[in-house]
């Protein structure tokens, strides 16, 4: 194997090994939606309020999305800050809450699908050295040969998460714009980073920051 051609392959391992690990831990939005009758507002007052069904985990999310709104110059807060809004939640108890917290605007995340895919097999690669060639008919040189191995392969599953994003207009109870996320290959902690660099580029877009 020519210098050239090991060199084509690591490259192409290379980018194998790059092209796998974007495609893990993707969120990408699917669908958005805007109002034709209120134009986007930057916020005063913005309460990030996150729909999921474990507490612990809400308050979590909850908190690294307004930490990450903030370093933008939005003026968020945790829902689960403002009184009220404990427990188990409904409409009427969210909008008395948003108000009484004198809220202009609020960001609410719903859990709308999500779920396992069927298991399947990826192959283990790797490239190995075995040994050691020789090249040229008037200066003979030396260089590494390697080859490419596959192993048994392992078995994998893709997880799918699927999230609703609303701006609400607290002030006139209506949605101002919303967006449905995909997120595959994720645990809960990094739903709040990824969702919420989403959220920032739709509210650049609007002109709302």
Known sequence: M???SQ???RTAALALAALLLAACGTTKVVDTWQSDKIA???PEKMAVL???PDQLQRLVIERDMVARLRKEGVQAVESAELHGMRGKLTRENVEKALRNANADAAIIVFIIGGGASAGYERADYWMENIGTGVGGWYSPYFYDVYTVREGPGWEDKT???MLETVYV??????RVWSMVTESKDIE??????RLSDRIVSQMKRADQI
Not at 169 to 174: H, L, P, Q, T, Y
Not at 188 to 193: I, K, S
């Open 188 to 193: 809960y902690q990094d739903v709040a980073e």
């Open 159 to 161: 997880t799918e998460l």
């Open 7 to 9: 060199t084509c392959l």
């Open 2 to 4: 020519s210098t050239s």
């Open 40 to 42: 986007p507002e930057a």
């Open 50 to 52: 996150v729909a999921w």
């Open 169 to 174: 207009d607290v002030r006139r109870i209506e």
